[in-house]
């Protein structure tokens, strides 16, 4: 943005109070969580501005810091474009460069909510015993150290500082994309919290408040052109514009520390006290599918959402996950139709105008699997329900992991890269493959994966290489 224009707009969007630090300031927030807060802050008042805290990379904050921390959003769709300035954001910190500024202000008075976007790996989870992986470096080093590196080592490290200073603890409100995320949120942080000190962590069982919730919104990850088509509607250049889709949902669980919270219900949010319904819908509905988009597509040779469920064959096949193997592994939220969820995601997922790139649904397989496909596909299985389909999905990511593998390919993306490719190498024919990788299990406690190994080398076998799509439901027949 040019200085002189970043100055007017300061002035007429004069930076609003800290009441919430957020943890993984990406595009999914500023493009969603952001625009709700700004929105309530205009309704009622509040002081719920927001200090950005990244925990991997500086970049955005020297996107943002250059420009006031000042930013558009764009809502793309095929009924034209709008554009808005968003003005919340009070300041960003880069964590492991100031962590102890980012304690200060998670530690301060006025800090009333804790949320995160820190990706489903940021939570450091274990597998089978602990929910909390142990063996985790940052882990390792955040249980010995007073000064944190990961999320739920700020979470905790800050916790414990306000309790020491006999302060009320902040509500931690998690956002991504995992079940329970709040009760997860919880046995992770309560885990490390004994740890440190059992006084400190019945404190946080009895006054913290992790409340649950369900967020919605299609971000594609900001490009060059992304930011040279804002530069030409708005006539300046903004290195932190964000682009997303008209749609949006927000369900949280209504259950803050002191009930201190933006007003949110003026917005549209939807406050209940039961998440579940509409977080699993969510996440097997909209998220399987995406990631089932994102596998098939790929070894399809398409590059977004939009172009590969323009395929006949990719969109066939969805709409039979959406009617019967992830439709009938739910309960629908009241007053809700899953057949017309489904007919709304498909128009969301056609958006012509929305640059979703399969690469970067398919990266972190290994951990974005489990709730959205392994969960459903045994509870099918012991429920005599579909789950042919969902064996597809799997098979998928298999076929995709080995692409990855050989040299010349692009990397996995993924926490478990190392593992899972040298899995995928060492396998000389599907039965190895399938055998490897499901040995790895990575996060998948203890489901009974060699259940469904036969099966899946079979659909390997009878699927091919996935390039010729419209096969796929004759298939599972
Ligand atoms: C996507 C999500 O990247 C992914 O894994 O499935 O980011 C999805 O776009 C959002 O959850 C939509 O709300």
Request: aromatic share 8%.
């Amino acid at each position: 943005m040019k200085p002189e224009y970043q100055s007017r707009l300061r002035r007429l969007y004069p930076s609003p109070k800290t009441g919430i630090v957020h943890l993984g300031l990406g595009a999914f927030f500023r493009a969603h969580g952001a625009i709700y807060i700004k929105e309530a802050m205009e309704q009622s008042g509040g002081d719920w501005g927001v200090v950005g805290v990244s925990l991997r990379s500086s970049d955005i904050r020297e996107k943002l810091v250059g420009q006031d921390c000042l930013y558009n959003a764009l809502e793309l769709s095929d009924q034209g474009i709008k554009s808005q300035v968003v003005d919340v954001v009070t300041s960003v910190l880069f964590a492991p460069e100031y962590p102890r500024a980012v304690l200060k202000v998670m530690t301060a008075e006025t800090t009333k909510i804790v949320s995160l976007t820190i990706t489903e790996k940021g939570y450091c989870r274990g597998s089978r015993d602990t929910m909390l992986d142990l063996e985790h470096p940052d882990i390792k080093h955040d249980l010995q150290n007073l000064v944190p590196k990961s999320g739920p080592g700020f979470l905790v490290r800050a916790l414990e500082m306000r309790w020491k200073r006999g302060l009320r603890p902040f509500t931690v409100l998690s956002l991504d994309n995992l079940p329970s995320n709040g009760l997860l949120t919880r046995q992770i942080v309560s885990e490390f919290a004994s740890r440190i000190d059992l006084n400190f962590a019945h404190w946080l069982k009895t006054e913290c408040k992790f409340p649950c919730s369900m967020v919605d919104r299609i971000v594609p990850a900001t490009s060059d052109a992304l930011r040279n088509r804002a530069c030409e509607i708005n006539g300046h250049y903004d290195e932190a514009v964000v682009a997303h889709e008209p749609f949006r949902q927000w369900v949280i669980e209504d259950d803050f520390v002191d009930n201190c919270r933006p007003d949110l219900g003026l917005v549209g949010v939807k406050l209940v006290s039961d998440v579940a319904p509409f977080e699993q819908m969510k996440l097997r509905m909209l998220n399987g599918a995406h990631s089932a988009i994102a596998y098939l597509g790929s070894l399809a040779g398409f590059e977004t959402v939009a172009e590969a469920i323009c395929d006949e064959g990719i969109e066939v096949f969805i709409e039979g996950l959406w009617r019967e193997d992830l439709g009938l592994s739910l309960d629908a939220p009241p007053e809700t139709s899953l057949e017309s969820y489904a007919a709304q995601l498909l128009e969301r997922f056609r958006n012509p105008e929305i640059c979703h790139l399969l690469e970067q649904i398919a990266m972190d397989g290994s951990q974005k699997l489990p709730q959205r496909i392994l969960a459903p596909l045994f509870e099918n299985l012991s429920a005599g329900k579909p789950y042919k389909r969902l064996l597809v999905v799997i098979a998928a990511w298999l076929r995709y992991i080995e692409s990855r593998s050989k040299s010349g390919q692009s990397e996995l993306n993924d926490p478990y890269q190392q593992e899972l490719t040298r899995a995928a190498k060492k396998a000389s024919n599907d039965t190895a493959l399938v055998e490897n990788i499901l040995k790895i299990a990575p996060g998948y406690g203890d489901l009974p994966t060699h259940r469904i190994a036969d099966e899946l080398v079979v659909i390997m076998f009878q699927l091919g290489n996935f390039r010729d799509t419209a096969r796929f439901e004759g298939n599972l027949q």
